[in-house]
């Protein structure tokens, strides 16, 4: 089955211990991208990725780092988390970039940081 | 900064009535997305309305985009209750890889 696969689901974690969020897709796809949502907020795009070993910066990546060492997998970084980065997270890809089609989200990642 | 704003940010219906909801965004865009997302759920895409198209239809859904107005419309016709979602649309810029999504519509159809 096609899908985008997130990793874990909940994360509760504190204050500046370092955690990943996987994000892996199964669809050959070349651009992936994180996304927070936050209530009032809509979806705010974190870090993209067209291709392997290329990124870049959206809105909001500030406290964030990304990889793209594999065309699958986009792992989102929080090197020291902080309580403003409590959020509902999400992963997702398309073919060749959001100018052509649709993205493809993952379930979601519920973020906890206290 | 958010490209899209979108209009009503609540809308409650009865079952088998239209619902509109609005788009707007502030520069120029390749495309026009919309999505749907069932309470916390990954977001399921809708439709992809490109710059240089007016309307598209899918189903009971229709989207009309006015790039003079800078302002996008879906139109659900004979709601269900199943149509209960929060509804977003999302601004595909001319700067490549960027998607930027409002604030969404979260609609509430009544059996």
């Known amino acids: 089955e096609a899908q985008v696969t997130q990793n874990p689901r909940y994360l509760i974690t504190v204050t500046g211990k370092k955690l990943t969020v996987t994000c892996s897709q199964n669809m050959n796809h070349e651009y992936m991208s994180w996304y927070r949502q936050d209530p009032g907020l809509g979806l705010r795009q974190i870090y993209y990725s067209m291709n392997v070993e290329v990124t870049d910066k959206g809105d909001v990546p500030e406290g964030y780092k990304v990889s793209r060492k594999e065309k699958r997998n986009f792992p989102l970084i929080l090197e020291s988390p902080s309580p403003n980065q409590t959020s509902l997270y999400f992963c997702?890809?398309?073919?060749?970039?959001?100018?052509?089609?649709?993205?493809?989200f993952g379930n979601g990642t519920r973020l906890t940081v206290t | 900064s958010q490209q899209g704003e979108e209009d009503p940010q609540a809308l409650s219906i009865q079952e088998g009535e239209n619902a509109t909801m609005n788009c707007s965004y502030k520069?120029?865009?390749?495309?026009l997305q919309w999505y749907r997302q069932n309470s916390g759920r990954g977001l399921v895409h809708l439709i992809l309305i490109r710059s240089n198209e007016r309307e598209k239809h899918s189903g009971r859904l229709r989207v009309t985009l006015d790039t003079s107005k800078k302002s996008s419309s879906l139109l659900i016709t004979a709601s269900r209750a199943a149509d209960t979602a929060s509804y977003f649309c999302?601004?595909?810029?001319?700067?490549?890889?960027?998607?930027?999504f409002g604030q969404g519509t979260i609609l509430t159809v009544h059996p």
């Open positions: 520069t120029s865009i390749n495309n």
């Open positions: 999302a601004a595909g810029g001319t700067s490549y890889g960027k998607l930027t």
């Open positions: 997702a890809s398309t073919l060749s970039g959001p100018n052509n089609s649709p993205l493809h």
